[in-house]
């Protein structure tokens, strides 16, 4: 049976009505009204991030507006002033300037967005250019005097006399990864057991402990140096040995300065881990160490491998710590545990207070060879701490029902 619909013409009527009072659209081809339809296009706001070409003519007409100003009343009405004190009024003036140009044109939020992020960019560049300036220097003057021989040969034969490429600093190079790799071996489980401690246990004694972090995190390198010096070196070390002056007692020191980098950043990196990565592990019937050590110590791998980078940051460089310890040696010495030994710090600090240019050059060349030395152990540190869990995904699967063969019945 078919539906029959009937035409009311008072229903019709009662609709444009409606549209009309509804505010409805005259269609101006045929003059019939219709509803409104609300637009299928979001509004799109502008964020402050975005930026125009009137903003950026905004931004260098203040600064050029502040430059010429300050010129005008520093150099003209007065009676001058350095060029610091004219960049630093320069600059405050711009940020006045285009704070309220920037507060005219698009409000107050915009412009303090836009004030703050010229703040936070000019305090980047004011830390990163003496930091590219001075690393570009380092590499100039080192590259002078570097050779392969630099790798091969200690100071064996070298005196004032002798020109800048003659020698090397093989026994520094070695002597600088035996005592930072000891240290690494005496601090790395101490530091990982002191963040599992802080962050796994329910222990009364956290909060002594972690102020004791705290406070070893602030204390000079020289301190460790001195106190393994006095403990050991002074009371055990008169016939030399294992507790005179050696890579061994180096070592020791280069740990104390370690320990807390290393503690402080497993710690928060532990802290990271989901609870519910835990709880699942303690439901199914696992230890509490076994969780941190199956579940905790995984998950958490990438962040720890920063931890052992940043203690090597912390030790690679001290060169206090090992005047009292490893004394420095101008000879090849792969013994950490008998005599004294060199290594990068203190090669580069001996030679640069030395009169003579060449061994000024050869202290730089050593400080090449550190920085290269650094940043090769920190990609491997990286590379041993990735994340090798993640894998590609699978293809999607596709469940379209297969097609039914003809003569078949569905």
Known sequence: MTATHHHDPTTDAATDATAGTTGGDIDLRDGSAGPRRPSTRPSRARRPIETTLEDRWTLLGSAVSAACLNWLILYRFTTGASLFGFLLCTYVTFLVLYAVVTTDR???????????????VTAAVVVFVPLVLLIGYILNEGRKALRFDFFVND???????????SGGGAHAIIGTLEQVGLALV???????AAAVFLN?????????????????????????????YAAL??????????????????????????????????EVVLRLVPD?????????????ARTVWSVVFPTAKSGMSTAVVLGIARAVGETAPLLFT?????????????????????????????????????????????MVLVLVLFVIARVIGRDRSKRTAAPRRSWRRAPTPAGDTP
């Open 276 to 288: 519910g990565l835990r709880e699942a592990s303690l439901a199914l019937g696992a230890s509490r």
């Open 106 to 120: 698009l409000g107050r939020l915009v412009a303090t967005d836009r004030v703050m992020t010229i703040i936070v």
């Open 233 to 266: 070196i002074l009371n055990f070390g008169e016939s030399g040995g294992l507790f005179g002056f050696n890579g061994f007692m180096a070592s020791l020191a280069l740990a104390i300065t370690m320990l807390p980098t290393i503690t402080r950043t497993c």
């Open 186 to 192: 005496w601090s790395l489980p101490l530091a990982l």
């Open 326 to 370: 490893a004394f420095g040696y101008d000879y090849m010495n792969a013994n950490p545990f008998s005599g004294p030994q060199d290594s990068l710090p203190l090669f580069v600090y001996k030679n640069i207070r030395k009169p003579d240019l060449a061994s000024i050059s050869r202290g730089f060349t050593g400080a090449m060879v550190l």
């Open 155 to 165: 100071q064996t034969g070298v005196d004032p006399t002798k020109a800048a490429t």
């Open 200 to 228: 796994e246990s329910r222990s009364k004694w956290r909060r002594p402990v972690r102020i004791f972090v705290d406070a070893m995190s602030g204390l000079p390198s020289i301190i460790a140096g001195l106190f393994i």
